[in-house]
Structure formats: C-alpha cells, structure tokens
Nanobody, 117 residues
Framework: QVQPVESGGTLVQAGGSLRLSCAAS????????MGWSRQAPGKEREFVAA????????YYADSVKGRFTISRDNAKNTVYLQMNSLKPEDTAVYYC??????????WGQGTEVTVSS
C-alpha cells in the first residue's frame, strides 16, 4: 500500500512552467504504476499522464502531449509532473494516484494549479 501526497501547485502565468511532485509513503512504491489526473471546476476528472513502475513507459493525454513530462525517482518514492507552456485551460486540481493492477487504487488529496491569462 502507498499513500500519495502531492505538492507544487500554485498560481502561474500562461506560458509559464511548473513542476508538481508526488511523494508516496510505503516500501513498495517501485511496484506501482503512477499517474496524474486533474479536475477543473465544474468538470469531471480526466487523465493527464501515467508512468510504468520502472519509468520505462509513459502515457499522456492528447491535451498535454508535448508540454507535460511525467517522471519518477524510485529511490525517493517520488513522481513528478513537469508542465511547460501552461494554458488557462490547464487550471485544475491535480491528483496523483498509484495503480494496483488495473485499478487506480490509491489517491492523494490533490494540489491546485491556476494558470492566469
């Protein structure tokens, strides 16, 4: 079992960059695929990016491909989301999650990102 805790959300101007971090407790962190989702005000939560347990495979939503990069450091039990060329439509609460098999089972509380135009 792991417990993700997100950090790094803040107010940033359009075109700027931001890096989110997700520190996960638990000795088995490296066994889990990890991912980021987001939920904008009044909208459903949507997938943003995911990374395999080894970091060898990454996946992105079309809306962030080429702008966001997911990475992980298993020695630090941490997953990162580097966000560049931010747009106002990237404004959302960003959630980190750990995948147990086919289920996104363990979720953090979220960190808020606001992109001003």
């Amino acid at each position: 079992q792991v417990q993700p805790v997100e950090s790094g959300g803040t107010l940033v101007q359009a075109g700027g960059s931001l890096r989110l971090s997700c520190a996960a407790s638990g000795r088995t962190f490296s066994r889990y695929g990890m991912g980021w989702s987001r939920q904008a005000p009044g909208k459903e939560r949507e997938f943003v990016a995911a990374i395999s347990w080894s970091g060898g495979s990454t996946y992105y939503a079309d809306s962030v491909k080429g702008r966001f990069t997911i990475s992980r450091d298993n020695a630090k039990n941490t997953v990162y989301l580097q966000m560049n060329s931010l747009k106002p439509e990237d404004t959302a609460v960003y959630y980190c999650a750990a995948r147990d098999g086919l289920v996104w089972r363990y979720w953090g509380q979220g960190t808020e990102v606001t992109v001003s135009s």
